[in-house]
Nanobody
Framework: QWQLVESGGGVVQAGGSLRLSCAAS????????MGWFRQAPGKEREFVAA????????GYADSVKGRFTISRDNAKNTVFLQMNSLKPEDTAVYYC?????????????????WGQGTQVTVSS
């Protein structure tokens, strides 16, 4: 049974940085792609970034490309999201998720396990 626990959220001024972590417990972390999604108040959950099982292939939403970086440490069953040049529109609850696939996917339907989320608030 999979468990995902996010950490690293908080309040930051526009232009600042945060690093989110997601600690995963489960039998096969290293063979699944992982992803980050976010949900702002009154909006639907949206894809942010994903990383394939090996850590080589990644994918990003256009809105975060060039500012956010996803990475993973398979030895520690952890995935990270480095967020730089944060904007007020990045304010949301950020969720870590485990994909049923090995390769990058942007479709939430391919992610079967989810964390509880961590709040990121960017002030202007």
């Amino acid at each position: 049974q999979w468990q995902l626990v996010e950490s690293g959220g908080g309040v930051v001024q526009a232009g600042g940085s945060l690093r989110l972590s997601c600690a995963a417990s489960g039998p096969t972390f290293s063979i699944n792609a992982m992803g980050w999604f976010r949900q702002a108040p009154g909006k639907e959950r949206e894809f942010v970034a994903a990383i394939e099982w090996s850590g080589v292939g990644t994918g990003y939403a256009d809105s975060v490309k060039g500012r956010f970086t996803i990475s993973r440490d398979n030895a520690k069953n952890t995935v990270f999201l480095q967020m730089n040049s944060l904007k007020p529109e990045d304010t949301a609850v950020y969720y870590c998720a485990r994909s049923s696939r090995m390769r990058v996917s942007t479709d939430a339907a391919n992610f079967g396990s989810w964390g509880q989320g961590t709040q990121v608030t960017v002030s202007s």
